[in-house]
């Protein structure tokens, strides 16, 4: 069984960036052919598929978010984290880490980041 959980601060000022840690467990990372990823859902709104890396090392963006998002991954610890810089408001969310690139069969139960001065 698959096991995957967020941590990091649940509160991050406007400008800074926000940085969050998947810990995987029941299964490697660097399994062929995994893609692992970090979504988002903002108050009242949808599911947002921000990046994700893949089994090898490669990363993939959404185009809105490339520019302020950064994924990599500690294979020792079996661990992928994100950076998201220059915050605001718009990026408080629950941000979810998830196996999988475009269909999820795991998901960590979430965590809340609140972007507030």
């Known amino acids: 069984q698959v096991q995957l959980q967020e941590s990091g601060p649940g509160l991050v000022k406007p400008s800074q960036t926000l940085s969050l840690t998947c810990t995987v467990s029941?299964?490697?990372?660097?399994?062929?052919?995994?893609?692992w990823s970090w979504i988002r859902q903002p108050p009242g709104k949808g599911l947002e598929w921000m990046g994700a890396?893949?089994?090898?090392?490669?990363?993939y963006y959404s185009p809105s978010l490339k520019s302020r998002t950064s994924i990599s991954r500690d294979t020792s610890k079996n661990q992928f984290t994100l950076q998201l810089s220059s915050v605001t408001p718009e990026d408080t969310a629950v941000y979810y880490c998830?196996?999988?690139?475009?269909?999820?069969?795991?998901w960590g139960q979430g965590t809340q980041v609140t972007v507030s001065s």
């Open positions: 998830a196996r999988g690139g475009s269909r999820y069969d795991y």
């Open positions: 029941g299964g490697s990372i660097t399994t062929n052919y995994y893609y």
């Open positions: 890396i893949a089994y090898s090392g490669s990363t």
